[in-house]
């Protein structure tokens, strides 16, 4: 189950019920904090979390989100790799005069 | 000041004094039409040409809640029939304004839906000359129900429809979508969300002027209101029997749309709109098109989103982020918010 | 958009899709014999639509379309009783926008809503609790429903309740786990699925350790994943390199949310208001036990089916599913939506016979929304 979206705190708004208000591209809602309280509430402003149905439910991990895209850059990479590699090949196969691509070792 | 209650009562459908009253303090002391028989009596020199033909178009304006940001019920009234009148070509010249008032409805309220009418029926240059007004009892309406009906001029040799579109025509908008929509959802209220957001209600007379001058082979044009721009797009499909490709990466939204579409899952091609046109231009006219409608407040968004092809015919596809292709297909019902 | 619009680069998942096709070809899949992958989770297959990922992928994957969907296998008997308990004058009915077009026996909700029933959509639990607090003459119902990401904020909403003393707020509850269903299809001798990709949002509650006996004891490759289009390919790309590599582990590609051992307060909050039915029925796959959740006696005064004597508490009921129907074998992926007999014929979203065609999540909606009447989606 799904449509839970990304929204970062901006406010507590009521610190016995454990609510904040959230903002989301410029929505706010105020949404229940329980889930993702640890210690002192006012800690969570700024914070980002997975907001879903008026509960901000996990903390959205800067961290691991980088490291997702950097394992995506890497693979974009490599593939250009493999790509330039695979053009070699074909070239040195069908005998075009088109230079060979150098370094990695075609 | 001769009304007693700051409240409309049933006295004041009655057609007596208080009936009288209410029209003369409310109504026509701002709108001032001309003279008061029960019909307008008009004129315009425009009508004489041979050629020209009378445009003519009504609607009913139910909306809650009545006052939102960026506008109210009686500016939509004004704004949606001007538009309807003004995507068929024609030069908007007069309005009716019928009122379905709710027992108890206060006449502040009253007061400031005729400003805004009167203040947009200015902007847009038109007139309301006529009009009616009844009230029926607590819990038969809904607040304040507007109908109105429009009257315009069409000139000799212009013949504007959707199922002229032809295959290689593009199709413009002329600026965000969705925003009408979103403003109401937010306003209503039931969601606890809020936005800075603002209903995207304006007139479109002079918006469409500027553009069929510039581009006078414009084959057609619509008001994209409820069911969104997706709705318009397929109408204008399945009338000329041709296909139309849009490309998402093309679509103009307000990041506060995409957050509201993105918290609630809908589809801003379906959010109504109530000062959004869609037009269907030969390829060759489309910059000049554009460059009119960027020239003037009501476009200065004003992008190309699509064009007219032959596949598919009555069909709209769009054009993925990734290049894929999915169907826009007509709205089934009314689009819910969903958590799943 | 932070946190979404990288997720949705369109560079990045043509480096993806290159990896996946290499990695398919690696495997001899064809379109003939293709890898059968199934995402578990109905927004899960949403999201496979809406961004033509179902097209770009190789031939040799084929999706299999799971059961994630908890509206889809709501049983008709169900909504029926929420309506009966709508259709009570002084009960105002709030529900999630997902549940109000689906057909029960008699009707859906969005009917009895313009028959006159006081039926009202909701964004949030906490937004019925309000309405409770403004209205103390008139009984608030909560149409609970959901795997367990909607879980905790139900079970949240009780405690809540309680401990303002709110005597007008009850749950008609219909929250459903996600791990039993799919024991019960790995169960299912018909079933040939290859690999796995597991809902991200249920996880982020329960974790990734549910699904351990997934890859322990039917050696299952399996993939939690988020729901931007990147976290599908990567993690259909992480599902292709177990099987190429021989291993069958749980893996975690939605780490930016998904905590290994899941939320302490949301599994503390379900494990103090419910309880499991023994048995619980599914729309389509019949009763599977200990899937269900029931609120806990401490809670009774909240549990809408105690207040109302309705439901389980007056005695289950079974309603027979309508002529033709075929939502069980397209909730199982045992055949896709376009070959039911009904789909687009007797079944349209504005004349809907099952849930699927209306639910947001069903299969059905998606290959109607995103492939038209014919549903050219395949």
């Given amino acids: ?106 | 000041m001769s009304l007693r209650s700051d409240r409309v009562t049933m006295a004041h459908g009655g057609g007596g004094k208080a009936m009288q009253d209410l029209i003369q303090e409310i109504f026509t002391s701002v709108f001032a039409p001309p003279g008061m028989e029960d019909q307008a009596r008009l004129f315009d020199v425009a009508l004489l040409e041979p050629g020209a033909r009378l445009a003519f178009t009504t609607d009913s304006f139910v909306v809650t809640p009545m006052e939102f940001p960026g506008g109210d019920i009686g500016k939509i009234a004004v704004c949606g029939t001007v538009n309807d009148l003004a995507v068929g070509g024609a030069r908007p010249l007069w309005l009716s304004a019928a009122f379905i008032i709710e027992e108890g409805t206060e006449f502040a309220l009253l007061r400031r839906i005729v400003a805004s009418m009167a203040r947009e029926a200015e902007a847009a240059g038109v007139r309301i000359v006529t009009g009616d007004t009844k009230v029926v009892e607590r819990g038969a309406a809904d607040g304040v129900f507007v109908t109105t009906s429009g009257i315009g001029v069409i000139p000799p040799g212009r013949e504007m429809a959707a199922h002229q579109l032809q295959v290689g025509d593009l199709l413009l908008v002329n600026g965000a979508l969705g925003d009408h929509g979103a403003t109401i959802l937010a306003a209503r209220g039931d969601m606890a969300l809020s936005t800075a957001l603002q209903s995207d209600c304006q007139s479109l007379g002079h918006l469409m002027a500027a553009v069929l001058n510039a581009a006078p082979a414009t084959r057609a044009a619509r008001d994209a209101t409820r069911g969104g721009v997706a709705s318009v797009l397929n109408e204008m499909a399945q009338a000329a029997k041709v296909g139309i490709v849009i490309d998402e990466t093309a679509l103009p939204l307000r990041s506060e749309v995409k957050g509201m579409c993105e918290i609630l899952g809908l589809d801003p091609l379906y959010l109504a709109n109530e000062g959004t046109l869609v037009l269907g231009v030969p390829a060759d006219q489309a910059e000049a098109a554009l460059a009119a409608m960027r020239s003037r407040p009501e476009g200065l968004a004003a992008v190309r989103i699509g064009r007219v092809v032959g596949e598919h015919p009555g069909q709209v596809r769009m054009t993925t982020l990734f290049g894929g292709s999915r169907i826009v297909d007509m709205l089934v019902g009314e689009q819910l918010p969903r958590i799943c | 958009m932070k946190y979404i619009s990288e997720f949705r680069d369109p560079i990045a998942a043509k480096a993806l899709l290159a990896a996946i096709a290499q990695v398919t070809e690696t495997l001899a899949a064809t379109a003939a014999k293709p890898l059968q992958i199934m995402e578990i989770c109905g927004g899960h297959t949403h999201a496979i639509f809406r961004y033509g990922l179902n097209k770009l992928v190789p031939d040799g994957i084929e999706f299999i379309h799971g059961p994630g969907c908890p509206v889809c296998v709501l049983p008709m008997s169900r909504v029926d009783e929420c309506v009966e308990i709508a259709e009570r004058p002084e009960v105002i009915m709030t529900t999630f926008g997902d549940a109000m077009r689906v057909p029960g026996y008699r009707k859906s909700l969005l009917q009895a809503k313009a028959e006159g029933a006081d039926i009202r959509m909701v964004y949030s639990p906490l937004d019925a609790l309000e309405l409770a607090r403004r209205h103390p003459d008139r009984e608030v119902v909560f149409f609970g429903l959901g795997f367990e990401t909607t879980t905790p904020s139900t079970a949240l909403s009780i405690q809540q309740a309680a401990r303002e003393g709110l005597r007008n707020f009850s749950v008609f509850c219909n929250h459903i786990t996600v791990p039993e269903p799919i024991k019960a299809l790995l169960d299912d001798p018909y079933m040939q699925l290859d690999g796995f990709i597991a809902p991200g949002h249920v996880s982020m509650v329960i974790g990734t350790h549910p699904y351990d006996f997934i890859a322990r004891d039917y050696r299952k490759p399996i993939v939690v994943a988020g729901f931007e289009p990147l976290d599908l390919l990567q993690a259909l790309l992480m599902v292709l390199q177990q099987l190429a590599e021989g291993r069958t582990e749980v893996e975690n590609q939605y780490g930016r949310v998904v905590p290994e051992h899941g939320n302490p307060v949301s599994l503390a909050a379900i494990e103090d208001v419910y309880e499991r039915r023994k048995q619980f029925e599914w729309r389509g796959l019949g009763q599977i036990d200990a899937s269900g959740l029931k609120i806990r006696a401490k809670y009774a005064a909240f549990d809408a089916e105690e207040k109302f004597q309705i439901g389980y508490a007056a005695g289950p009921r079974h309603v027979v599913e309508p002529e033709g129907c075929a939502c069980g074998a397209v909730m199982t992926g045992r055949i896709k939506p376009t070959a039911c007999p009904q789909f687009g014929k007797g079944c349209t979203p504005e004349m809907p016979l099952g849930a699927l065609m209306v639910s947001s999540e069903g299969a059905c909606a998606a290959y109607w929304q995103y492939g038209g009447a014919r549903g050219e989606a395949a």
Wanted: proline residues 2%; contains cysteine; glycine residues 12%.
């Fill in chain 1, 1 to 106: 189950m799904c449509l839970g979206i990304p929204g970062q705190i901006v406010a507590i708004t009521d610190v016995a019920r454990q609510m904040a208000m959230a903002d989301v591209s410029g929505v706010r809602r105020e949404v229940n904090v329980a889930c993702i309280v640890e210690g002192d509430i006012d800690a969570l402003v700024g914070e980002w979390a997975l907001i879903h149905v008026g509960f901000a439910m996990s903390r959205i991990d800067e961290a691991e989100a980088a490291a997702t895209l950097e394992a995506l850059r890497d693979l974009g990479e490599a593939q250009e790799t493999l790509q330039a590699m695979r053009e070699g090949q074909q070239a040195l196969q069908s005998g075009s005069s088109t230079p060979v691509a150098g370094g990695a070792g075609a």
